[in-house]
Structure formats: structure tokens, C-alpha cells
């Protein structure tokens, strides 16, 4: 997916981290943001502190393709929506296979034109990625979903005349899930029940959203959530919160180099059982106000992890701290529960002289690593920024390609990482 340019990263380790960093925006509230900003049929919405992350162009250019006018703002990371313009349902498939949270845009479409078509879903797609609860919440307030497949290509049609509240449940607290099922309830007509659903702060931010725009909603962050349908959303101003997943990159950024930084943004709170864990390691927290001060000075000792859902020990964490375990003192174990396949990691690290076994969803690091530099590949997101921290920790240089991923979750952060002294670059081409 490089997207015509190979984008590469460069990083010389050995330089413990200091100085002062800004956490971005969260990239899994501004894209529902996003979704929700379109379900108000005049003004304009402005959302600030929003992340200038590959995910978010795509969403401001889907916007723009079904009708909306939005103006991303980078140099004040601001994006301004107005969404009274909306004029066509399809969410054309060149916008849409490259950017998953494209889903989220169905629930303004129903609600404004009556009507959704998620266009280049290939065959029996209907099945995959999870996507089925979303459908399965819409047709039970309602809407008819067909698929139509012609050749290679397929597409989803949702319609609704209205959608009607009712009592709707989660098979997994999908945050997504529930942030299209909050959209398409806040707008329905009665009350609408949704069981079983996500605890993330980011959903507790995109209900304050909504909140904002006039929604009737009760009990986020209960796991039960009741909304009463309103006639209609306003638009209104809002901070996006920070990310926590760049936060914890940027505490294990000095927790790997034995550095002391600050990070502007960031909530001990939000970091849950990864806080924990780091703090069995050796890390050491203090919040001040916004201001989290983290700093590392004795071995890192080694840990055990397993991941779950929110307040549990964040997925999107678990490979960065599989790199900061290689430096640990003594053998650490991960057990992946929420993703399959989350250990090509281990791979790319063995290449910079880890010692790690992996058996399915379980890996057993082995800690006490001398990390050497070496080229390795970022198969995903993840991946991407634990190799950072492995580069950030390694003697010597490591080249990492495939580093498009990287860019999709984390604004500038060679930028950012070379503003705390780390000798890292960016190069595209």
C-alpha cells in the first residue's frame, strides 16, 4: 500500500531521549468525529487538534466526494465541516478501499438521503472484517441491505425510509460498532438500547460530541447505552482528545532509551494497564495537569502481558512493548488475545539480534538483547513503531521500509522524536 512512494525510516541509535513532546490528536475519535460532523444539516463543524494523518485526508476527501465541503487546516490541525451540501450516497470505491473506516460515513447518509452504497466491496464481503454487526444494527432499526456483485466487483446498498430505535447488542464492544449504532440512534425515531458496548475514552468523547450537537444519550462508558432520537444535530466547535497509542509509543520511546521526556497531552488514566505495566518495568510517572513526565534510570525488568479490550492492555500497545522487552532483564511473556497474526514483529526484531519464541497467539521474549541495526520491514502500523523504539535502542543504523503504515496512525513523528534528540529521518522515494 505505499502508495506509489516507498516512504523508508532511518534511525541511529544509542541517544537517550529529553525535552518536551506534543501528543496528537486520537485518530479513533476524529474519524468518527468525522462521521458525525455529516449527520448536521446546517452549519458548520470545527474540530481542533486533529491528528495530520493519512487516515484523516482520506475521510476529508470521502466527505468531499459525497457532497460535503471540508477544509483541512494542517498548519493549525484544524478541520472545518460543512455538511448541508451532501448529495450523493455512494462512497466511491477508489476513497473507500483505502480507507477502513469508511463505514462510518453510512449512518449521516441514511439519515440525510435515505440511502448508503459502500461501493468495490468484492464478493461475500458482507462476511468479513467484522462488518457485520453494523449491518445487523441497521436492519434492526430498519434499513434493507443488499450486496450486488457484478463480475469482480460488489457493492453494499443500505436504505432506510427512517430508521426505529430498538434494543440493539454487541457480539464484541467493537468501538466502531457502537459509535455507528450511537449515529444512526442519536437520529432515529424513539429510544434505542445498545448492549455490550465499548468502553474507550475515544467513545466517551464521540458521545460528547454528539452531546454537544444536541443528542440524547445516557450511560457511556456503562457498557449500556440509551439513546432517545432527536429531529435534528447542530454543528459545534470541538477539541478531538489525545492519543493514547502515541502517548504510549512516545513513554516506551523513553522507556527503551533510559531518557526523561515530557508529553503534553497525554492522561496516565487513559494509558490503563499499559501504565501498569511500564511501571513494573522501571518507568516512572508523574502527572502534572496536562503535562505527563516520564522518565527510566534503573534496568528494565521483564513482564507479562495480555491484551483486551478497554481498560485492558491496549492491542495497538502490545508490539511496542514486545521491543521494549528485548532490552528487559530476564525473559517477558505476551499473550495476544484480540488479534490474530500481531506477531510479524517478532521476525523483524530476531533480525536486530532479539531472541524471541512465538507458539500462535503467545511469545515468550527473552530479553536481555543487544539490539543491532539492521533493515527490517513495517508490515503494519504497529509494527512500524516498535521498530522505531527497536531503532531508537540499536546500535549502528536500521532501515525500515514499508513504512507508509507508520504514517497512517502517527503525525510527524520523526519530527517529533528528533525534537527529543533521537537522530531519526524520514525519507520518501
Not at 236 to 251: K, L, N, S
Request: charged share 20%; net charge negative.
Amino acid at each position: 500500500m505505499s502508495m506509489g512512494h516507498e516512504v523508508r525510516y532511518r534511525v541511529r541509535g544509542g541517544r537517550q531521549l529529553r525535552g518536551t513532546v506534543f501528543v496528537q490528536g486520537a485518530k479513533n475519535a476524529v474519524l468518527p468525529m468525522i462521521g458525525v460532523s455529516l449527520l448536521a444539516a446546517k452549519g458548520r463543524t470545527v474540530l481542533r487538534n486533529v491528528p495530520i494523518i493519512e487516515d484523516v485526508r482520506r475521510a476529508v476527501e470521502l466527505a468531499q466526494a459525497i457532497g460535503a465541503k471540508a477544509e483541512l487546516h494542517e498548519a493549525e490541525r484544524t478541520l472545518v465541516i460543512d455538511a448541508s451540501t451532501l448529495s450523493s450516497p455512494v462512497l466511491p470505491a477508489e476513497i473507500a478501499s483505502r480507507f477502513r473506516g469508511s463505514f462510518l460515513f453510512v449512518p449521516a447518509l441514511l439519515h440525510r438521503l435515505g440511502e448508503a452504497v459502500i461501493e468495490g466491496v468484492g464478493g461475500c464481503n458482507l462476511g468479513s472484517r467484522n462488518l457485520d454487526f453494523h449491518y445487523n444494527g441497521f436492519k434492526r432499526m430498519g434499513a434493507t441491505v443488499t450486496e450486488q456483485v457484478s463480475g469482480e466487483e460488489g457493492s453494499i446498498h443500505i436504505k432506510a425510509g427512517e430508521l426505529r430505535g430498538g434494543t440493539l447488542y454487541l457480539d464484541t464492544p467493537s468501538h466502531t460498532g457502537t459509535e455507528n449504532l450511537l449515529m444512526a440512534a442519536a437520529l432515529g425515531k424513539g429510544t434505542t438500547l445498545i448492549k455490550n458496548c465499548a468502553l474507550e475514552p475515544e467513545v466517551l468523547d464521540v458521545i460528547e460530541l454528539l452531546s454537544r450537537m444536541g443528542a440524547k444519550i445516557k450511560g457511556g462508558g456503562t457498557g449500556f447505552i440509551t439513546v432517545e432520537g432527536v429531529d435534528e444535530l447542530t454543528a459545534v466547535e470541538h477539541t478531538v482528545m489525545p492519543d493514547r497509542i502515541d502517548a504510549g509509543v512516545f513513554v516506551m520511546a523513553a522507556a527503551i532509551t533510559g531518557g526523561e521526556i515530557s508529553l503534553v497531552g497525554a492522561s496516565l488514566e487513559h494509558l490503563g494497564v499499559a501504565a501498569d505495566k511500564l511501571e513494573q518495568m522501571g518507568v516512572e510517572f508523574a502527572q502534572h495537569g496536562a503535562v505527563l513526565q516520564v522518565r527510566r534510570k534503573r534496568p528494565l525488568r521483564p513482564i507479562n502481558v495480555v491484551t483486551d479490550e478497554y481498560p485492558g492492555f491496549a492491542t495497538d500497545l502490545q508490539s511496542p512493548i514486545m521491543a521494549v522487552s528485548c532490552l528487559a532483564d530476564g525473559p517477558s511473556y505476551i499473550y495476544e488475545r484480540i488479534f490474530d497474526g500481531r506477531f510479524k514483529l517478532a521476525d523483524e526484531l530476531t533480525k536486530m539480534g532479539a531472541d524471541i519464541d512465538v507458539d500462535g497467539n503467545r511469545a515468550k521474549v527473552h530479553g536481555g538483547a543487544s539490539l543491532r541495526g539492521a533493515e527490517v520491514v513495517a508490515h503494519d502500523l504497529r509494527t512500524g513503531s516498535a521498530l522505531v523504539l527497536a531503532g531508537l535502542a540499536a546500535q549502528g543504523e536500521t532501515t525500515i521500509t514499508s513504512a507508509y503504515y507508520l504514517d497512517r496512525g502517527h503525525a510527524h513523528i520523526a519530527e517529533r522524536l528528533s525534537m527529543l534528540g533521537a537522530d531519526i529521518e524520514r525519507e520518501v522515494g
